[in-house]
């Protein structure tokens, strides 16, 4: 039973640059979530889709989207990349219960210069 | 806007029990206790939640004090893959995030 897997593991942009980051959930789950994470700091919540709508946004600009495919897959988008903008970017999917338990994949480094 | 607190970092030996207390004092009723672990370079691995009751699972115990403002997971028998950081959160039914903070990191030493 494979995990939560993501696309790529590295990758570097430059400033002002487009990228688009790939996630698939766990087999059976419907709800993927995003979350960013600085060097030395905890995960932050950037959305959570489900039914292939965004239905709960932390406190990120509008220049981070995503979207949800009918298969559950995931993809997050980040316009107009910025210096602050890399991280470790992890995808987590769960079941839309009220135990919420969500199953992370080892992320993917994106590297801004 | 993490809702607990824990100490910074704790040191363990190798197959003895590891306490990792969170303080949680602010909690509501409704809200679960989560405890999340990131080993380096991995995403972050569920361990185990509660709401009221103590819980166990094969990874570890967690222990909620009666008024439920703060609680403490226990591993049993420490191993040196358990060095990570350690995460306590709370969360309310209809809220979807998980709010981690800095988190307690535990370094198992043989």
């Known amino acids: 039973d494979a995990g939560v897997t993501q696309s790529p593991t590295h990758l570097i942009k430059t400033r002002g640059q487009q990228v688009t980051l790939r996630c698939s959930p766990k087999?059976?789950?419907?709800?993927v979530s995003w979350y960013q994470q600085a060097l030395g700091q905890g995960p932050q919540f950037i959305f959570q889709y489900y039914e292939e709508e965004e239905r709960q946004r932390g406190n990120f600009p509008d220049r981070f989207s995503g979207h949800q495919f009918p298969n559950y897959s995931s993809e997050l988008n980040v316009n107009a990349l910025l210096l602050g903008d890399s991280a470790l970017y992890l995808c987590a999917s769960s079941l839309p219960t009220v135990k919420n338990i969500q199953y992370f994949g080892a992320g993917t480094r994106l590297s801004v210069l | 806007d993490a809702k607990t607190t824990q100490p910074p970092s704790m040191d363990c030996a190798e197959g003895r029990a590891a306490n990792l207390p969170c303080n949680h004092s602010t909690i509501s009723g409704n809200e679960y206790v989560y405890w999340y672990r990131q080993i380096h370079s991995q995403g972050p691995q569920y361990i185990i939640h509660g709401l009221k009751n103590n819980e166990t699972n094969e990874m570890a115990s967690l222990i909620i004090t009666e008024d439920r403002k703060s609680s403490t997971l226990i591993l049993p028998h420490a191993t040196l893959r358990d060095t990570a950081v350690y995460y306590c959160i709370v969360r309310a039914p209809n809220d979807y995030k998980l709010s981690f903070g800095a988190g307690t990191t535990v370094t198992v030493r043989a």
């Open positions: 087999s059976g789950h419907d709800t």
